[in-house]
């Protein structure tokens, strides 16, 4: 696996509505708050960084989770996530431009591989329900701001990423849905 170009720590705190610290080797890069409805779901969250705009995370409206939408402080969008099956534990990313998947790691741990669909993995959350903390591996050019998105994501269903997901492509980490690899 290729060294990461950036890596960032997550550290949580709070019971109901959660505080995400997240820092990289120079110090504290922003928090994300995550609020949760009266029954638990979750409503939104807020990532305020320590320089830059505010990113908002709704909940769209609908049945299915993982079904968010971000926006910026002046009401631009950003992206949106579906998530087509309770079955499937893939969640779909949309940016504008390209099409992106959150998927399970690979062997049994918590964390999940945001994917390309040609490139491959772009970056890697490690995640340790356990002590709140969590890393993400930065292997490609990818925006801030999708990274803190894809982790709003992933840290609201852990558990489902401990059963092992697909192989991926020791060459790119990954496989283009809908492909097979070459033979």
Known sequence: MAEPIASYTIQASGLWSTRHRISNATGTVGSLTVRRSGVGVVESGTFQPDKGEVLTFRRDP?????????????????????????????IALHTGNKPLRLVPLPGFSFGWSLQAPKTGEMARIHGNPLTRKARVDVFRKVDFELLVFAYFLGSQ????????GPELDPETHATPAGKASPS
């Open 62 to 90: 609908g049945i299915l989770r993982g079904q968010f939408s971000v926006w910026t402080e002046g009401r631009e969008w950003l992206g949106s996530s579906l998530r087509w099956s309770v079955m499937r534990r893939e």
């Open 157 to 164: 269903i852990w558990l489902e990423s401990l059963w092992p």
